[in-house]
Nanobody, 124 residues
Framework: QLELVESGGGLVQPGGSLRLTCAAS????????IGWFRQVPGKEREGVSA????????VYADSVKGRFTISRDNAKNTVYLQMNSLKPEDTAVYYC?????????????????WGQGTQVTVSS
């Protein structure tokens, strides 16, 4: 069983930055793609960014391109989401997810493990 724990959320002013961390534990020897998603109350969970198991392929939602950067350190079983130039509309609970057999992408159906989420609030 793979467990994912997100951290790094918080309150930030518009234009500010945050770095989210997704730490994996348990059965980490598998071949996992990782995605970041976000959700606000009353809306569907949406894909923000994803990275393949090797860390050399990434994908971003149009709404975050040029502002967010995903990366991973497989030696530490950790994935990061660097978020710059944050906007109030980025406010959400952010989740990381892992997809077995290297699955990754912006669709929720690619993933079979989920973290509990971390709140990001962008407000002045």
């Amino acid at each position: 069983q793979l467990e994912l724990v997100e951290s790094g959320g918080g309150l930030v002013q518009p234009g500010g930055s945050l770095r989210l961390t997704c730490a994996a534990s348990g059965f980490t020897e598998g071949y996992f793609g990782i995605g970041w998603f976000r959700q606000v109350p009353g809306k569907e969970r949406e894909g923000v960014s994803a990275i393949n198991s090797g860390g050399d392929r990434t994908v971003y939602a149009d709404s975050v391109k040029g502002r967010f950067t995903i990366s991973r350190d497989n030696a530490k079983n950790t994935v990061y989401l660097q978020m710059n130039s944050l906007k109030p509309e980025d406010t959400a609970v952010y989740y990381c997810a892992a997809g077995s057999y290297g699955r990754y992408g912006l669709a929720k159906t690619s993933y079979n493990y989920w973290g509990q989420g971390t709140q990001v609030t962008v407000s002045s």
